[in-house]
Structures are given as C-alpha cells and as structure tokens.
C-alpha cells in the first residue's frame, strides 16, 4: 500500500463506527467513511471536535459545526530533493467544509503528489520542460504539485467554483504566475478536441469521480465511461512521456483494474513502460497494538511510468 505518511498538519486520530476521527490544523472533523466496517471502542478523543458532518438516512447529510471558521488553510511538504538546494515551498491549501463532507483536501492523495513532484524534478535534468494535463483536477492538489516541481500544467475540471479553488490554493502557495493553464469543461469532450488538435502532453494524472456531471448536464459514470476515457486520453501521450497516473474511490475499480486498463491502453505507446497499482491509505494514530500500525484505506492508485 501507498501510505501518505508525510504530513505536518493532518492526520487521523482514530477509525470506528463507519467514521473518522481527523486532525485538519488546529481543527478536528468527525466524518464518515465507508471503508470503516469495524467497531472498535471510542476514546475521549472524540469528544473534542470543531464539526462532525452526519449522513442522512435518505443521501447527503449535513455538516454540524462547533468553533469552527468558515475557512483556514493547512500545508504540505514536498520532498525537500525537488527544490534542488533553494528555498524549500509548501503547498497550502484553503479548507472550507462543504456538501457531500469534504474539505477541499483528499489527503490521502500525497502519496502520489510526492511521486509525481520527484518524477518531474529529476525529468527536468534532461529536458527543458515537460507539459502535464490533470483531468478531474477539483481543488488543484496535483496541480500545484506538478507546478511547484517545475512542469508546464493544464487543469481541467468541469466545475467553476473547484477551478476557482484551485486559483486560489496556487496563489497561497506562492504560484499565481506559474504556468498553469486553467480550463472549466468536461474532461471527455476536452481530451477529444486536444485529439483534434494534435496537441500532446508529457504526462496525464486522472482522479475521475465515482458519479458526476458536466457543466452542460452532462452525465458521467465510471464505470460506463473510464476506460474510453483511458483509452482516448494515451493518445494525448507525447512520443516521449513521463507518466500516466489514474486514482480511484470507486470499490469496483480496485489497484488490478487499474493495471489492467494501464497495462493495454497505456504502457504499449511508449517502450520501457513500467506499470505499479496499489490502494493508498492514511495512517491512523490511535494504536489497538504497539507493533502494529493502523492505515485507512482510501481507493487505488496505477502509475504507468517510463524511465
């Protein structure tokens, strides 16, 4: 598994009971999480809490709060080897609690934003750019990872207010005149007229939702749709690329999957294709076991790389 075991101003404290127990900054969230069947004892850790969102027996939920802003940032490091002995930046991200329980963060994704950052940085030895495109790029995580490590960025995301977001994280974290290029449309209909075009990126990061809509009504479903999406997005794939990354939530799209469609769509375009999937998970702090350690799994991740 891939562990993002690296932050400073996050973390779980504890699983149990369909929820989780987190550590955003100085704030503490309770949130649900499917992946939590298990139902272990509640400490007093959970008593302290700044907002606790609860589903719904009917869908959704909403959010209850207690002392908490309506929005505060939190940080993250990436490798210290990618800023080549200069001034180490961090990533800052603007958190606001919103519908459907999320913050604007998916944490767990630093695992691949360390792996993308460090293929980036040593790439940038031997070539004098690399263009990375970033479908389904919600808040910008990837985006000013890939941008902070040096590469040329197009985010594209079919909603506003989430490209918006991602503005705003990248100017916080010092990278408003990067060389990010940033595009409110549907990922399909975006990749299928770069097609047209003849335009090429050197690598693609995916993190397509489970279930989603375009800003025209658009109706997306992974299932029905991901692999067309694979498929046609390789054909975007320069004639020398880095990476191919694609993340999961979704329980039917396990790490094999995703080597599977990597493995038939992807690593043919290019000799010297290396294929990796695994589930990524968040290290849990509350220990049931002193030699053991506790991570929360939270989807998969296929990396398609070429050295």
């Not at 209850?64 to 990436?78: A, R």
């Not at 990872?145 to 490209?163: N, R, W």
């Not at 997005?233 to 790490?255: C, E």
Request: net charge positive; proline share 4%; charged share 25%.
């Amino acid at each position: 598994m891939w562990v993002a075991d690296n932050w400073k101003d996050y973390k779980v404290i504890d699983a149990t009971c369909g929820e989780k127990l987190e550590k955003w900054g100085k704030y503490i969230l309770i949130r649900p999480d499917p992946q939590v069947i298990w139902k272990t004892k509640k400490s007093s850790d959970w008593k302290q809490k700044n907002g606790h969102y609860h589903r719904s027996s009917k869908g959704g939920g909403e959010w209850e709060f207690f002392q908490l802003p309506n929005q505060w940032t939190i940080s993250y490091n990436l490798p210290v080897e990618i800023f080549n002995g200069n001034d180490v930046k961090s990533l800052v991200f603007n958190l606001k609690p919103f519908s459907f329980k999320h913050t604007g963060v998916f944490p767990e994704q630093a695992t691949n934003w360390d792996w993308v950052s460090k293929l980036i940085n040593k790439a940038l030895n031997k070539r004098n750019d690399i263009n990375v495109l970033n479908l389904f790029a919600y808040t910008g995580g990837a985006t000013i990872s890939a941008a902070m490590a040096g590469a040329k960025v197009t985010h594209v995301d079919a909603s506003k207010g989430m490209v918006n977001w991602a503005k705003e994280n990248a100017v916080s974290s010092g990278l408003k005149d990067a060389p990010i290029r940033w595009i409110v449309d549907d990922c399909l209909k975006f990749v299928e007229r770069e097609i047209r075009r003849g335009n090429t990126y050197d690598a693609i990061i995916m993190d397509p939702p489970s279930y989603g809509r375009g800003p025209k009504g658009e109706i997306w479903k992974i299932e029905d749709s991901i692999y067309n999406l694979i498929s046609l997005s390789s054909r975007l794939l320069s004639k020398n690329p880095l990476f191919f990354l694609i993340n999961s939530y979704t329980t039917g799209l396990q790490a094999g999957v995703l080597a599977y469609m990597l493995n038939t769509e992807v690593a043919i375009k290019a000799n010297g294709a290396s294929v990796n999937a695994d589930e990524i998970g968040l290290p849990v702090e509350k220990s049931y076991d002193k030699d053991a350690t506790l991570i929360l799994p939270c989807g998969a991740s296929g990396r398609c790389y070429w050295n």
